[in-house]
C-alpha cells in the first residue's frame, strides 16, 4: 500500500507525462485539494498561473484529477462518471 507522499510523487509525474502535449501544460497538483477514497489517491490540478496568480483566463475548466491506485500505484485520470460521484459526495 502506498503512503501519501508516494501517490502524490506518481500523480505528479503521471501528470507532467500526460500533460507535455497540452495546450496549457504548466498545470500542477492541487495538494491541499487531494484525499483517499476506497484505495484510491485523488489529485485535482490546474494550471500554475491560476493557482499562483488567480489569472482566471488560465483556469482549467472540465480536467478530471489523476486518480493513484494505492495497491498498484497505477494512474490515471478519474472517468466523468467518478468525478460525477464524488462532486455528488462534495469530494469534489
Same mark, same amino acid.
Given at each position: 500500500m502506498l503512503e501519501q507522499k508516494e501517490a502524490e510523487e506518481r500523480a505528479d509525474a503521471f501528470l507532467n507525462e500526460q500533460s507535455?502535449?497540452?495546450p496549457s501544460s504548466d498545470v500542477r497538483i492541487?495538494?491541499?485539494y487531494c484525499f483517499t477514497d476506497e484505495g484510491?489517491?485523488?489529485a485535482p490540478y490546474n =494550471?500554475? @498561473?491560476?493557482?499562483?496568480?488567480?489569472a /482566471?483566463?488560465?483556469?482549467?475548466g472540465g480536467n478530471l484529477p489523476v486518480c493513484v491506485?494505492?495497491?498498484t500505484g497505477e494512474c490515471s485520470f478519474l =472517468?466523468? @462518471?467518478e468525478a460525477e460521484d464524488?462532486? /455528488?459526495?462534495?469530494?469534489l
Open positions: 507535455r502535449t497540452w492541487i495538494r491541499e484510491r489517491f485523488i =494550471t500554475t @498561473a491560476y493557482l499562483d496568480q488567480g /482566471d483566463d488560465a483556469r482549467l491506485d494505492l495497491k =472517468t466523468c @462518471a464524488f462532486m /455528488d459526495r462534495d469530494l
